[in-house]
């Protein structure tokens, strides 16, 4: 019984840790946004029409997002965005914090996941090992003439923050394709392989 018991809170733990940190970090997140915005957006709103809503400001943070992709994207991508970012990565705190952020940012967001097509096990660091890598592209022509091999880029993530790594060139014979999602995987990796990945979809 004893041990039933303990097996029921694991398994009730497992599932209420995510689906509540997930839930107060949203909140704390719209909380957070509406206070710091509320206070100079509600003044404004009470005085030019009347009425303030909660939430206003969250719309608001939205569209100013927004705002800054369109200019990031059309104008400064090129000459004023990496001259502030060469700024920024000077600073004692920003250099640490900000390049991982960044690189969490893009993982999440970005719709192309880093071009993950295939998790694949490869043998590294050496022979009888195996890591979990994901094939991103095919090498360039020039590459496998010169090695004289046809060989793939393999992402070769580190744990327990997936988000840096190494890229190889691995010969596509030695490759080993397995079932699992991209997801799955990373959900491995961070977990520092507490998680297993080989369960089926």
């Known amino acids: 019984m004893k041990k039933k018991l303990r097996s029921y809170f694991v398994s009730g733990l497992i599932i209420f840790l995510p689906l509540s940190l997930t839930v107060y970090l949203f909140t704390l997140m719209f909380n957070v ?9 509600e003044p404004y709103f009470a005085r030019e029409f009347g009425f303030y809503i909660q939430g206003i400001s969250i719309l608001i943070c939205f569209l100013f997002i927004i705002l800054i992709g369109f200019f990031a994207t059309n104008f400064l991508s090129r000459r004023i965005y990496p001259v502030i970012e060469g700024w920024l990565l000077k600073l004692p705190f920003f250099k640490q914090v900000y390049p991982a952020i960044k690189q969490m940012a893009i993982f999440l967001f970005s719709p192309t996941k880093m071009a993950f097509r295939q998790v694949v096990l490869v043998e590294y660091p050496r022979k009888g090992v195996y890591s979990y890598g994901f094939l991103t592209n095919e090498a360039s022509e020039e590459v496998v003439e010169k090695v004289r091999q046809d060989v793939c880029h393999v992402f070769i993530p580190s744990a327990p923050g997936p988000f840096t790594g190494f890229v190889l060139l691995v010969p596509r014979k030695e490759l080993i394709y397995v079932d699992i999602s991209v997801e799955q995987a990373i959900r491995t990796i961070v977990s ?3 998680v297993n990945s080989m369960e089926r979809r």
């Open 192 to 194: 520092g392989g507490v």
């Open 33 to 41: 946004a509406d206070n710091f915005l509320g206070k100079y957006i």
